[in-house]
């Protein structure tokens, strides 16, 4: 209940309501859920305090009233004066405009969302000092005061890191396998980027982002190596028993690099192959004059809003798509397949556009005749190369096991490798020559061999140790007792085979038997999704499926870190140290929104 000796909360009356009797009056503010309401309906009298009155726009005969019957001595022949607002602010409303301390759960949540908002978005930290954020944030909570800028760079997204870094760590501990990519990009200062593959317990295809580090040294292999070897020890990564397989370009340096570190084996990125393939085709004489000419026709377009709208124009007339001429990279081929390959689209739209007035005099023709049919072979050699481009650089499906399917298309001389048999849609392996699938199989059953006979061992120490304790002896149960029957049958039985257990290699080869009597996948359907459901049925070639599988065909993951760190070190903000730099881009890659 109010306090009755408590004053109520009033607005004052506009300026422009200039009777004297105003300095008397007020309208009466409540204060519901935090929002503030004036209510105009009626007045309130500043000498009592409880007494409202009712008020209609412009009558203030009602108020004049009732100071003469119940104050009889106020004066009110004298003139308003304005009064200011703050005077009117009662308590109540101080106490709502009071700011949130900074320890509090409202206060603690907010800071840590916006952590989230510049880790997980790229944004740089002066974005708390921005005029509009301020605001922003002003209106959605104005009680919180935003923390400085250094705030957030050495604790709030310095804690976001630790925990997110915990749960990699975390994460990898318990997977049996994986494989590393690993890229340089050169930005204000040269930068290594070390990516990891796995497949998870559920057969998802997995990959963090661990680490974005400058690299001062020259990039001799012998450099290399050891931050790959450090990159190794600090994340955990080392499995007994099993090399960790790297994708790399194939830059000399990084290939012995990994080999120098005890990684391996090296997987040459298959996209980088084909990008050096692709860029010998389009550097021939006669197909590299042939981009510079529709070159400059793009450009033309580009640069002059005129020609742009007269080809809209065309295109519209002409009853042709309107999409936009292409302007390629000289740098990246794929773009400049783009390009020509939209030129015979807009080809009757380009010529139209060209004969117009203000195009005439620019000195450009389009492609005649022979030009066209080069551009239509150029187009037909690079498609299929385009098209594996494509397919080769995802990164949520396994890639590795598409090679030599693929090598008789673009690689005739990439010897096979055995992984590719442990994708259920290759499996029949009809790429390669029946001597060779043999070997391959036969590969497969001796490494399954090995792995499984390791697996035992491991165990056995295991066992051994913990049971050579005298606490195990202690607790240790005694043998079962053989029924009857056993006793009586069981040599003889056991001796003619009647019960014998098939040995480790015997069960290998059964499965691997199985395992090729069985239908091919679908190409279009996902191997790892095949594998989730009949790990049980194939459980030995299952272990290696996860171990070969989770390989990356491409280092594209680490190269598309690239735009990430594009992004964060710019030229306004270069100032970032390194350690900010690979904190910022582990963050922006790893950290999961809930």
């Known amino acids: 209940m109010a306090n009755p000796s408590e004053k109520p909360e009033l607005e004052d009356p506009l300026s422009s309501l200039r009777s004297p009797v105003w300095e008397h009056f007020g309208f009466p503010v409540k204060v519901t859920d935090g929002q503030r309401q004036v209510d105009k309906s009626k007045v309130v009298c500043r000498h009592c305090s409880t007494t409202e009155i009712g008020y209609a726009a412009g009558n203030t005969s009602n108020m004049l009233t009732h100071l003469k019957r119940h104050h009889p001595s106020v004066n009110v022949s004298y003139t308003r004066k304005k009064t200011s607002l703050v005077q009117t602010v009662t308590p109540i409303t101080l106490a709502f405009k009071q700011h949130l301390a900074s320890n509090s759960d409202r206060a603690k949540a907010i800071t840590h969302g916006i952590g989230v908002f510049i880790a997980t978005g790229l944004r740089p930290y002066s974005v708390v000092e921005n005029a509009g954020f301020k605001y922003m944030i002003k209106v959605l909570e104005p009680r919180y005061e935003i923390p400085s800028h250094p705030h957030f760079s050495q604790k709030v997204v310095p804690a976001l890191y630790e925990k997110t870094r915990s749960d990699v760590v975390s994460e990898l501990s318990r997977v049996p396998s994986l494989s590393l990519t690993t890229d340089s990009w050169t930005s204000r200062a040269t930068e290594s980027y070390l ?50 397989p790297v994708t790399t370009d194939n830059a000399k340096n990084i290939v012995s690099a990994v080999k120098e570190a005890g990684l391996g084996p090296q997987i040459g990125c298959f996209a980088h192959t084909i990008n050096l393939a692709s860029q010998k085709v389009t550097s021939i004489n006669q197909i590299s004059r042939l981009l510079g000419k529709v070159r400059k026709i793009v ?30 990279v000289p740098t990246r081929w794929n773009s400049s397949y783009d390009m020509l390959q939209r030129y015979p689209e807009q080809q009757a739209a380009i010529y139209s556009a060209l004969t117009e007035k203000p195009l005439k005099n620019k000195d450009i023709y389009t492609l005649n005749d022979e030009e066209v049919a080069t551009a239509e072979e150029v187009i037909e050699a690079l498609k299929p190369l385009k098209t594996i481009t494509t397919l080769m650089s995802t990164e949520s499906r396994a890639s590795v096991s598409m090679i030599i399917p693929l090598k008789t298309t673009v690689l005739h001389s990439m010897a096979p490798k055995q992984e590719d048999t442990l994708d259920p849609r290759f499996k029949a392996l009809p790429h390669i020559e029946d001597d060779e699938r043999q070997k391959i199989f036969s590969d497969i059953i001796t490494e399954m061999m090995t792995t499984t006979e390791e697996e035992t061992e491991d165990a056995t120490e295991i066992g051994a140790g913990s049971s050579s ?60 999704l095949w594998w989730k459901g009949h790990e049980a049925t194939y459980p030995h070639i299952a272990k290696l499926a996860k171990r070969y ?33 690979d904190k910022l881009i582990f963050l922006a890659k790893n950290f999961k929104l809930e």
């Not at 809209?312 to 007339?317: H, T």
């Not at 040995?503 to 069985?518: I, N």
């Not at 993951?557 to 903000?573: K, L, M, P, Q, Y």
């Open 469 to 528: 304790s005298p606490e195990a002896s202690s607790t240790r149960s005694p043998p079962a007792k053989k029924s009857v029957m056993t006793e009586l049958f069981g040599e003889l039985f056991q001796r003619q085979g009647g019960s014998s257990k098939p040995t480790l290699l015997e069960q290998v080869q059964e499965e691997v038997s199985k395992y090729r009597a069985s239908g091919c996948l679908s190409l279009e359907a996902d191997p790892l």
């Open 195 to 244: 990516t990891v593959h796995f497949i998870s317990p559920q057969w998802e295809m997995r990959n963090h982002v661990l680490q974005t580090r400058h690299v001062y040294e020259q990039h001799t292999s012998t450099n290399l190596a050891e931050h790959l070897k450090e990159a190794v020890n600090e994340w955990k990564l080392e499995r007994p028993g099993t090399t960790i």
């Open 299 to 328: 450009t033309c377009f580009h640069k002059s809003t005129t020609a742009a709208h007269i080809l809209e124009s065309k295109q519209e007339m002409l009853n042709i798509p309107k999409h936009s001429l292409i302007q390629d």
């Open 549 to 581: 599988l989770c390989i990356p065909a491409t280092s594209v993951a680490s190269e598309r870190v690239f735009s990430t760190a594009g992004d964060i070190v710019t030229a306004t903000r270069s100032v970032l140290s390194a350690e900010n730099v």
